[in-house]
Nanobody
């Protein structure tokens, strides 16, 4: 199972980024929840948002109201963050669970840097 995250970059505070996650190497019916995590330098990895197969969503308080997680399909998902702040600077990782055994899989991460 491979996850490919993309869409990161350098953006000014107040801007918007849309991250993408593509999953391969697994049959669609075995893909569960998709989540985005982030890890800032010197900090623990934290959950940013998640979306279930049926479209249920959850957001961290830090991004609630200015972010949207979505899925085109079981294998393609997005995270859009608006009104970006310097504290959003981190490496963003997408993650999914394989339903058959609840094993989790991670992408390689995409760097988001927000300048003030």
């Amino acid at each position: 199972v491979q996850l490919q995250a993309s869409g990161g970059g350098l953006v000014q505070a107040g801007g918007t980024l849309r991250l993408s996650c593509r999953i391969s190497g697994i049959i669609t019916s075995n893909i569960g929840i998709m989540s985005w995590f982030r890890q800032a330098p010197g900090k623990q990895r934290e959950l940013v948002a998640s979306i279930t197969r049926s479209g249920g969503t959850e957001y961290a308080d830090s991004v609630k109201g200015r972010s949207t997680i979505s899925r085109d399909s079981a294998k393609i998902g997005y995270l859009q963050i608006r009104d970006l702040k310097p504290e959003d600077t981190a490496i963003y990782y997408c993650q999914t669970l394989r339903l058959s055994d609840s094993r989790d899989y991670w992408g390689q991460g995409t760097q988001v840097t927000v300048s003030s």
